[in-house]
């Protein structure tokens, strides 16, 4: 079994901003397998589906960005799940908007969220799927920022496509393995 659990903040305000790029990645992966039904459980919304015979459970954190550590440490409880099959994705400022990229471990970079997760779990050794979102155009705050949505239709289209991108790098890394899976990130950033 896989948790995958995508980064961002609950309600309509925040719906499609740069900072919940975890949240439209999971949804989108939401759609690829089949996972149709939320429910509340841990501090999250979760979905079911399977990738392979692999059982996955998605999950959105409904306790705010800073905060996301709780709820996704209940779940690897409730879960049984250890680090190896935990995948976060989340948004990235030093990645260009589009951009995905693959890690296992790390730091956090001044993410709060990853921080929380960090801090929670005890450990830094799980994957991330990094969807970049680009620093802050000249005269914008950074929290601003991070909480507006795309303005442009070429753009928003650009990260519907990383979010497609994200759920096809999480199958191959679920698959393949993380090798395989920045390779095919790669790929697509070409």
Request: aromatic share 8%; net charge negative.
């Amino acid at each position: 079994m896989y948790l995958i659990v995508g980064l961002g903040n609950p309600g309509e305000e925040y719906a499609h901003t740069r900072h919940n790029a975890g949240f439209d990645a999971v949804d989108a992966i939401a759609g690829e397998v089949g996972a149709r039904y939320w429910k509340t459980e841990c501090g999250s919304l979760t979905a079911k589906g399977a990738y392979r015979d692999v059982d996955l459970v998605l999950a959105k954190p409904q306790s705010y960005m800073n905060t996301s550590g709780g709820p996704v440490k209940q779940l690897v409880n409730a879960y049984g799940v250890d680090a190896e099959h935990l995948i976060v994705i989340h948004d990235e400022l030093d990645i260009d908007p589009g951009t995905v990229r693959v890690k296992f471990g790390g730091g956090h970079a001044g993410h709060n969220g990853l921080r929380s997760i960090c801090d929670k779990l005890g450990t830094r050794d799980w994957s991330r799927v990094r969807v970049g979102i680009g620093r802050p155009e000249p005269g914008w705050d950074m929290k601003d920022w991070v909480l507006a949505t795309y303005r442009t239709p070429e753009l928003r289209k650009v990260m519907f496509d990383a979010y497609m991108n994200a759920a096809d790098a999480i199958a191959t890394l679920i698959g393949e393995g993380v090798d395989a899976a920045r390779q095919f990130v790669a790929k697509c950033n070409s």
